[in-house]
Nanobody, 127 residues
Framework: QAQLVESGGGLVQPGGSLRLSCAAS????????LGWFRQAPGKEREFVAA????????FNADSVKGRFTISRDNAKNTVYLQMNSLKPEDTAVYYC????????????????????WGQGTQVTVSS
């Protein structure tokens, strides 16, 4: 069924930036809200950000507001997460996911609101 493939993770120093990408296939991309989650070792999966179907609205977790920006390019079937001012506590595996109905992004902050997930990409913020 749906496929989501993240890329762009890596090792970055505190204060640095990374841009994650998630390439989607096997579904009609612009029919779905897309979200980013992250999971650190031993911790639960945590909501990061979500973007509306058309890309015109976004919703970010408080922990990343002002630092991370989610966006999407529907022509490329790709969703992005621009991460700036990275902190060690941002270290995690980052996952993109396809949201389910309804399409109200401010409510889609739990994993159960998403039905397909990418394999994840590791982001490590360390000196």
């Amino acid at each position: 069924q749906a496929q989501l493939v993240e890329s762009g993770g890596g090792l970055v120093q505190p204060g640095g930036s990374l841009r994650l990408s998630c390439a989607a296939s096997r579904f009609t991309f612009d029919n779905y809200v897309l979200g980013w989650f992250r999971q650190a070792p031993g911790k639960e999966r945590e909501f990061v950000a979500a973007v509306s179907r058309g890309g015109g609205s976004t919703f970010n977790a408080d922990s990343v507001k002002g630092r991370f920006t989610i966006s999407r390019d529907n022509a490329k079937n790709t969703v992005y997460l621009q991460m700036n001012s990275l902190k060690p506590e941002d270290t995690a595996v980052y996952y993109c996911a396809r949201g389910t109905q309804p399409w109200t992004i401010a409510t889609k902050t739990r994993p159960y609101e998403y039905d397909y997930w990418g394999q994840g990409t590791q982001v490590t913020v360390s000196s």
